[in-house]
């Protein structure tokens, strides 16, 4: 079965910690794996995908097939980041598939 | 450009009645995927539109919705008649046929939060 699994429901950290946000995932066959966030008051957008190995806003995220995890990190984490953040994946078939996300995991920063 | 819209922002309707969501995607976006969040769960795929026809139609619930695009621009989805369990954000994505640009990159409209009293 296809499903993407986020263990956190809310992630609460000091500005300038470390962040990491769980994401595991079952799929037989090559998945596309992506991180959207939504800000507050914003829409859905994308702000990570495995293929283009990519680091935006500071976050970072490494898809390991052994786990079947793409955990998003950032080294050091500001306000600005506070959000809701979903783990997704899509089937590698020619870009027509479907996304199919995880539950989110609610990002909060303090200062 | 503006973005893929969608209106109602929000729709408050009583059980029983009908609600029509609209969404329009960004111009030249053949892919159109209806998704839909309901309350403390995970976003959940509901259809996709390739042009005017429907690739893939497994998420939808039940035969009280109806999905159409009307010559392959933009989509309603329909809930006749609508139940308490249909509360929840409907959002609506567009993309690109891949090979015409950003491969499979989805992107979101602003979302339609429907409540039924």
Known sequence: ?111 | EAGVTQFPSHSVIEKGQTVTLRCDPISGHDNLYWYRRVMGKEIKFLLHFVKESKQDESGMPNNRFLAERTGGTYSTLKVQPAELEDSGVYFCASSLIPGQGAYNEQFFGPGTRLTVL
């Not at chain 1, 300038?16 to 992506?34: D, H, I, R, T, W």
């Open chain 1, 1 to 111: 079965a296809q499903r993407v699994t986020q263990p956190e429901k809310l992630l609460s950290v000091f500005k300038g910690a470390p962040v990491e946000l769980k994401c595991n995932y079952s799929y037989s066959g090559s998945p596309e794996l992506f991180w959207y966030v939504q800000y507050s008051r914003q829409r859905l957008q994308l702000l990570l995908r495995h293929i283009s190995r990519e680091s935006i806003k500071g976050f970072t995220a490494d898809l390991n097939k052994g786990e079947t995890s793409f955990h998003l990190k950032k080294p050091f984490a500001q306000e600005e980041d506070s959000a809701m953040y979903y783990c997704a994946l899509s089937g590698f078939s020619g870009g027509y598939n479907k996304l199919i996300f995880g539950a989110g995991t609610r990002l909060a920063v303090h200062p």
